[in-house]
């Protein structure tokens, strides 16, 4: 069955780095985009970070656009968000997904599995 | 990067149909594209996928459950209220620019 486990959640300082991490099982990880997303304590659902298959494309929102890099090892079938600077408006449940493709490389423009999230807590 | 918007809560008793209502932009929703998306997301739990491409139904996902688009602004109706349909909806659309935008939630309350 498919499989997504996020990891790497944490407390941090504003200003310090923390990379999560996403591992998938039971599905070809290779021919899937990946995206990251983020909710705040008691708020909604936003979205962090798109990767393509192969790594080769890759999007992201405006608030986090040259602070975060979404990456992924195909060969590990895990996805990553490298998180640096980081901000208190960065607290939220990390939750990685997967976007469906009848076709590889075509998208499908929502997701389809979920992983169960981590937490990420940006504090002094 | 606005949300896309959503009624903060629906109820409904048991049984009954309810209908929420997800407005946007022709940037999003209004898109001719139709790459709208709802998930539900119990207390406490991660987002699951009920709708996708305004209309469809992912396998396992009941016949309860469907959607339906004019202009700018999608829905979603859920059909026979059951106690086990409390928990927050949200709605997705793809938007212009290859990023996604989310609505606000509306959390279904069953009497």
């Known amino acids: 069955q498919v499989q997504l486990v996020e990891s790497g959640g944490g407390v941090v300082q504003p200003g310090r780095s923390l990379r999560l991490s996403c591992a998938a099982s039971g599905f070809t990880f290779s021919h899937y985009a990946i995206h990251w997303f983020r909710q705040a304590p008691g708020k909604g659902l936003d979205w962090v970070a798109t990767?393509?298959?192969?790594?080769?494309?890759?999007f992201y929102t405006d608030s986090v656009r040259g602070r975060f890099t979404i990456s992924r090892d195909n060969s590990k079938s895990t996805l990553y968000l490298q998180m640096n600077s980081l901000r208190p408006e960065d607290t939220a449940v990390y939750y990685c997904?997967?976007?469906?493709?009848?076709?590889?490389?075509?998208?499908?423009?929502?997701?389809?599995?979920w992983g169960l999230g981590t937490l990420v807590t940006v504090s002094s | 990067q606005s949300a896309l918007t959503q009624p903060a809560s629906v109820s409904g008793s048991p049984g009954q149909s309810i209908t929420i209502s997800c407005t946007g932009t022709s940037s999003d929703v209004g898109n001719y594209n139709n790459r709208v998306s709802w998930y539900q997301q119990p207390p406490g739990k991660a987002p699951q996928l009920i709708i996708h491409d305004v209309t469809s139904r992912p396998s396992g996902v009941s016949s309860r459950f469907s959607g339906s688009k004019s202009g700018n602004s999608a829905s979603l109706t859920i059909s026979g209220l059951q106690a086990e349909d409390e928990a927050d909806y949200y709605c997705a659309s793809h938007r212009s620019g290859n990023t996604y935008v989310f609505g606000t939630g509306t959390k279904v309350t069953v009497l």
């Open positions: 997904a997967r976007e469906p493709a009848a076709t590889v490389g075509v998208p499908s423009f929502y997701f389809d599995y």
């Open positions: 990767i393509s298959y192969d790594g080769r494309i890759t």
